[in-house]
């Protein structure tokens, strides 16, 4: 119980590896705020944490609208006055289809909420956290936002954007408590994997397997505990840091 009086927010918290982290920070003590689009998914998040033991609310929150995002730290200031943790986790996948081909309008939105989303959450975490003392920020980027992917132009664009806003965030809050990091998993049972297909579809399934050394796809309670660590003290040092969560799918 490390994070025991502390507060920590998780964006995209209803569902996949939201919800673990959510959990995750729920048994280290924090109180946890979930933040989602989707209320059914966010309230379960919600009782998931307090039948643990934890203490969590819910504030439906849209992070691609910049007074959404206000909405929700006025929210957490009011609920538990102070921001210790965020995770910015949010995302979507948008759609599979070659660059020249990409729909404009899909492309927008990838951005917006993988991208945009982001640092519109860092805009009003930061000036609490500068006000505390002191924070943590992970931002959820990827493998691919280290490595291309075909037809996931948007999706790899933002997600190499993510390491990028996050590396200039660190270097700029460096000295005055703030630490800025992102983790970037590989392929994790989630349900974005099931929209993709990939989770239906044996023969995808066992071709995306043997994109990780370690021959299984990773679960969302080992990209939990990656981010718990981060804004941990043992990471007291760590900043600026993109790390791979991925069964060794870069080391390749
Ligand atoms: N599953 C994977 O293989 C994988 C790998 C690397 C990175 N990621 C990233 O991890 C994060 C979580 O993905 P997941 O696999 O758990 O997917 P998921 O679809 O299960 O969860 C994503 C959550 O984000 C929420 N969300 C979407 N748009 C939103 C918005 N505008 N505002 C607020 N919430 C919004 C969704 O409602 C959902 O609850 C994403 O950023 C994703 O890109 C996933």
Known sequence: MS?????????????????????AFGREGARVVAADVLVEGGEETVRLVKEAGGEAIFIKTDVSSAAEVEALIDGILESYGRLDY?????????VLALTAD?????????LDI??????????????????????????MSSILGLVGYANASAYVAAKHGLIGLTKTAAVEYATRGIRVNAVCPAFIE???????????????????VELHPVKRLGTPEEVAGAVVWLCSDAASFVTGHALLVDGGYVAR
């Not at 965020?86 to 948008?94: L, T």
């Not at 990409?102 to 990838?110: L, N, T």
């Not at 805009?123 to 931002?139: C, D, E």
């Open 3 to 23: 994070f025991k009086g502390k507060v920590a927010l998780v964006t995209g918290a209803a569902s996949g590896i939201g919800r673990s982290i959510a959990l």
């Open 86 to 94: 965020a995770c910015n986790n949010a995302g979507i996948e948008g």
């Open 102 to 110: 990409y729909p404009e309008e899909i492309w927008r939105r990838v």
């Open 114 to 139: 993988n991208l945009t989303g982001v640092w519109l959450c860092m805009k009003h975490q930061l000036p609490v956290m500068l006000a505390q003392g002191g924070g943590a920020i992970v931002n």
């Open 190 to 208: 989630t349900p974005m994997l099931k929209r993709a297909g990939l989770l239906d579809n044996p023969e995808f399934y066992r071709a995306v």
